[in-house]
Each structure stands twice: as C-alpha cells, then as structure tokens.
C-alpha cells in the first residue's frame, strides 16, 4: 500500500480516530466494497468527533505556539500541557489602558489534575486603546523586520496589529526575563498573538480564591509594611543590576498576594541606559513607591534609594 493510496488520520486534539484494522477495502475505481486484498487496494476511515466546545471555550492552544512562545523550563508543575485540555473563558478580570485581562480555566476533561486558572491578558488594537504616551517607552526599541517598522509609522490596519502585538511581545520578553532573574513577577505561561497567559495571582479566604489586591489597597501592618519595601528595593536592585527599568511602578502595579509582593504590567519596562528617559523613570518609580510607603508611616526617603540604585548600576 503506498502512501497516495492511504487516506491521512486527522490528527486535531480531542477528536477520536479509528485504527487501520477498523476500516473497510474498496475498489480504487469505484470505492465499492471488495474482499480484494491486493497492493492496490485503499481504506476509508471514518472519524468520530467529539462534541464541540461550547461558547466561550476553545481547545487548549498549547501546542499551537511555537516552543520560544512558551514559558521558560523550569516550569511549574501546574502548567497544563496536556493536548486534550480545554480553555474556559470565566470572565473579565480587570480593564486596563491598553489591554483586558480575563480569568481562563484550562483543564483537560479526561485528568482531574490537569486543571488551572490562569490570567489571560488580551492587547487591544491602537484605536481602542487610551494610552498614547507609547513613543517616551518605545525609544531604543526596533522590530524585527522591515515591513512592520515601516507599518507602526502609518495609520493602517496592518499597522496597528502590528502595534498591539509589538505591546504583547514587549511584555512577554520582560515577563521571560524578570522571571529568570528571578524578579517577583507572574510566571508566563505563553503568548499567541496579542494574548499573553500568566500566572493568576491570587490569596485564599475562607476556603475561596480571590485575586490578590493591589498594594494600594492594603493596609499591612507594620511589621508587614517593612517586608514589603524591602522587597520592593530588592525588585529594583535585580532590575536596575540587569540594566532594566520598570517604568510604571506604583503600588496600583503590584498585587500584595500575603507576605509577599509581585509585580505586575510589564509592557513599558525599558533600558536603563539606551532610553534616553530610563533614568527619569526610575527616578520616577522610586517617588512612586516611597510616597506609599511614607503615607502608610514609613520612613523611607526617595532621593536615597535612586541614589543607591544608581550606585550599584555603575
């Protein structure tokens, strides 16, 4: 039997496919049914599905990314990988300047323990977005090809995909490189397109998971209120020591998940020294984290701790 002469299994995920030794010969000229078994012969294979996916669900797009667009190994050991597993919209999130991100479940139907929510952060095309200081972030930055850098300069469609997805790759290769630095950051899971999955941060209360505030929104205590900037000049330590800034730092961009802090909306994070701007924003980000810090009763002084960031630039 040649390879022309065998009809090709139809390999998508969740679908059910029938062994050769199920199928039935037919004449290769009129496809009747023949107890002929000779090299001639070919088989018709029927498939049985599975029941589609219901609205607001889509087969896991796992292995659809390329491998770079997955998370850097070590990974966790709840990241699902399993190809059967299903992707279940549970909902907004959160709105942001310039992306939603929505809560998704992926759990594999057939393995209770192939199952987690993740948060799904989706770009939004430039004309639906409201952040338009994008240029004082971007400076430094190129693309990849040609074609896209000449696009983001006009007001074409094509130029504004290229737009958002520059904003997701952007964010992707900071989340990939903080986490390997080993910056509190969200582990990411992968990126396709302008979707970006990450770890879903998020505390227990009264056996229910909540995603945890933002440190805006706490009011620790003061022991607690000491761990916390420590951890915040160490994240700024590793950053500033790999050459990079945040760029948007303030407690509205990182989530208080218990004892500890992570920070979070990474897409403006930039270089020190090829922006032009990189030191007024880090300037910045310790204003930022030191006014919180001194409202809550904290003696911390701005000036100091970009003062000894930037002594351990140089």
Known sequence: ?????????????????????????????????????????????????????????????????????RGPEPRPSWVVTSQGAIDTDL???????????HLLERADPHDPEQSVVMAAKRYRSAEHRTFH???AYTEGRSTRRSRDERALNRKSTFGRQVAAGEWAVAEWNALVRCWELGVPVPYPVQIDGTEILQ????????????????????????????????????????????????GDLSPYNV????????????PQVLD???????????????????????????????????????????
């Not at 909902?91 to 991100?101: Q, S, Y």
């Not at 945890?212 to 700024?236: F, H, K, V």
Request: hydrophobic residues 40%; glycine residues 6%; contains cysteine.
């Open 1 to 69: 039997m040649t390879p022309e002469q065998t009809s090709t299994p139809d390999l998508t995920p969740g679908r059910a496919h029938a062994h050769p030794s199920d199928a039935h010969p037919t004449d290769p000229q009129t496809d009747a049914p023949t107890d002929d078994p000779g090299p001639d012969r070919r088989f018709v294979i029927d498939f049985a599905a599975y029941d589609d996916v219901a609205d607001g669900q889509r087969w896991s797009t796992w292995l659809q990314v390329e491998p770079l667009c």
């Open 91 to 101: 909902g907004v999130l959160k709105t942001g300047k310039e992306a939603d991100v």
């Open 133 to 135: 200081r994008a240029a």
């Open 199 to 246: 770890e879903w941060i998020h505390v227990e209360e009264a056996g229910e998971r909540h995603t945890a505030p933002r440190l805006a929104q706490t009011r620790p205590d003061p022991e607690l209120l000491g761990s916390y900037y420590e951890q915040t000049r160490q994240a700024l330590h590793t950053l500033v020591g790999a050459g990079l800034v945040h």
């Open 255 to 266: 989530l208080a998940a218990g004892d500890r802090l992570v920070v979070i909306d990474l």
């Open 272 to 314: 020190l020294v090829g922006n032009a701007a990189g030191f007024d924003f880090l300037h910045r980000d310790c204003s930022n984290m030191c006014a919180w810090f001194r409202r809550r009763g904290l003696d911390v002084d701005p000036e100091e701790l970009f003062a000894e960031l930037m002594a351990s630039a140089f």
